[in-house]
């Protein structure tokens, strides 16, 4: 017989702290929802404050936010002082904020290429860097970068987006081989199509969002609970013998 105690116990997340970017929709949002449910208190990071108090009222008291705009260099000082008296340092992070200009190659500026690798390349890795000596201290540490079907795959007007979260694969792995070793797993998630403020424009065109369905095993696209089960299992004790891995979450899209 199975000893349910145990098994929970994988997933049990009470006393620990996460820091999630992103927090205040889509995916950062439904992370901040289920790492609370699984007894972490959370604290997001996104522009837009009305939105965190919207996320707030979804998580509860296990929940704070606060603003800042990640794709500005200048924002990531400060965030260990920030961050750490609200529920002490994070055991986990979760990098889930993201852009995609949606520029064709002809058509990249090099404003939209900035924005695009510094918010989601540069402040994964350099936000995990203030934070890891924390986790190296405690011995114990999660990081769950966010990849993409274009890690691996070439969208129209996805160059830009493209290169950023191929580097977020790359990044994951030379983040495992760097500090695994002292406790601290860094894995990705690489989300198919998700119904989220960030594929919008896809899902506002029925016959597009009906194609990108055909495509996976499933038959379906996704929907933001999907990546519950995922994300807790990389932010959690279950996946302790996991690091360097991309996890694609796309419903079988890159199986296909």
């Given at each position: 017989?199975?000893?349910?105690?145990?098994?929970?116990?994988?997933?049990?997340?009470?006393?620990?702290?996460?820091?999630?970017?992103?927090?205040?929709?889509?995916?950062?949002?439904?992370?901040?929802?289920?790492?609370?449910q699984a007894g972490a208190n959370v604290v997001g990071i996104a522009r837009r404050a009305?939105?965190?108090?919207?996320?707030?009222?979804?998580?509860?008291?296990?929940?704070?936010?606060?603003?800042?705009?990640?794709?500005?260099?200048?924002?990531?000082?400060?965030?260990?002082?920030?961050?750490?008296?609200?529920?002490?340092?994070?055991?986990?992070?979760?990098?889930?904020?993201?852009?995609?200009?949606?520029?064709?190659?002809?058509?990249?500026?090099?404003?939209?290429?900035?924005v695009t690798l510094s918010l989601n390349l540069s402040a994964p890795f350099f936000i995990?860097?203030?934070?890891?000596?924390?986790?190296?201290?405690?011995?114990?540490?999660?990081?769950?970068?966010?990849?993409?079907?274009?890690?691996?795959?070439?969208?129209?007007?996805?160059?830009?987006?493209?290169?950023?979260?191929?580097?977020?694969?790359?990044?994951?792995?030379?983040?495992?081989?760097?500090?695994?070793?002292?406790?601290?797993?860094?894995?990705?998630?690489?989300?198919?199509?998700?119904?989220?403020?960030?594929?919008?424009?896809?899902?506002?065109?029925?016959?597009?969002?009906?194609?990108?369905?055909?495509?996976?095993?499933?038959?379906?696209?996704?929907?933001?609970?999907?990546?519950?089960?995922?994300?807790?299992?990389?932010?959690?004790?279950?996946?302790?013998?996991?690091?360097?891995?991309?996890?694609?979450?796309?419903?079988?899209?890159?199986?296909?």
């Amino acid at each position: 017989m199975a000893n349910v105690s145990a098994i929970n116990a994988l997933f049990d997340l009470s006393g620990k702290t996460a820091l999630v970017t992103g927090a205040s929709s889509g995916l950062g949002r439904q992370a901040a929802i289920v790492l609370a449910q699984a007894g972490a208190n959370v604290v997001g990071i996104a522009r837009r404050a009305d939105a965190l108090a919207e996320t707030k009222k979804l998580v509860g008291d296990a929940f704070t936010g606060i603003t800042a705009d990640l794709a500005n260099r200048s924002e990531w000082d400060g965030l260990v002082d920030r961050v750490n008296p609200i529920y002490g340092a994070p055991d986990i992070l979760v990098h889930a904020a993201g852009i995609n200009t949606r520029q064709d190659a002809d058509s990249v500026t090099p404003e939209g290429w900035d924005v695009t690798l510094s918010l989601n390349l540069s402040a994964p890795f350099f936000i995990s860097q203030a934070f890891v000596p924390f986790m190296k201290a405690k011995g114990w540490g999660r990081i769950v970068n966010f990849a993409s079907l274009q890690s691996y795959r070439a969208f129209t007007s996805g160059i830009s987006y493209g290169a950023s979260k191929g580097g977020v694969a790359q990044m994951t792995r030379a983040m495992a081989e760097a500090w695994s070793k002292d406790g601290i797993t860094a894995n990705a998630i690489g989300p198919g199509f998700f119904r989220t403020e960030l594929t919008a424009v896809v899902f506002a065109d029925p016959e597009r969002a009906a194609r990108n369905a055909a495509q996976t095993c499933i038959g379906r696209n996704g929907e933001p609970e999907d990546m519950s089960g995922p994300l807790l299992f990389l932010a959690s004790n279950a996946s302790a013998y996991i690091t360097g891995q991309i996890l694609m979450v796309d419903g079988g899209f890159t199986a296909k």
